[in-house]
């Protein structure tokens, strides 16, 4: 199992990115986004279940991010607008694996490498 982050980058403050997240080797019903800022701990930003029908998202980032899959890819997308310095941090995707709550690193698995997103003010 192998998951793959893409799409980070520098973009200035209000700017977007979009991010992708593949797996390989196989297919996950619950996804997750998870980031990493330099000297704090992993936080929860947004996860999707398989038919997409359920999201959720973290507070600081509501109204700004949407997360979405195609599943026919093997992709889970995470769409990031109104950038804030704060949003700062490398950027990791992860299958739920295990029961428990959605925004708990805990349940989640088979972190990937991550992809830095690095916004200017």
């Known amino acids: 199992v192998q998951l793959q982050a893409s799409g980070g980058g520098l973009v200035q403050a209000g700017g977007s990115l979009r991010l992708s997240c593949v797996a390989s080797g196989r297919t996950f019903s619950n996804m997750g986004w998870f980031r990493q800022a330099p000297g704090k701990e992993r936080e929860f930003v947004a996860a999707i279940g398989w038919s997409g029908g359920r999201t959720y998202y973290a507070d600081s980032v509501k109204g700004r991010f949407t997360i979405s899959r195609d599943n026919a890819k093997n992709t889970v997308y995470l769409q990031m607008n109104s950038l804030k310095p704060e949003d700062t941090a490398v950027y990791y995707c992860?299958?739920?694996?295990?029961?428990?709550?959605?925004?708990?690193?805990?349940?989640?698995?088979?972190w990937g490498q991550g992809t830095l997103v690095t916004v200017s003010s």
């Open positions: 992860a299958p739920k694996i295990r029961a428990g709550a959605w925004q708990a690193a805990e349940s989640y698995d088979h």
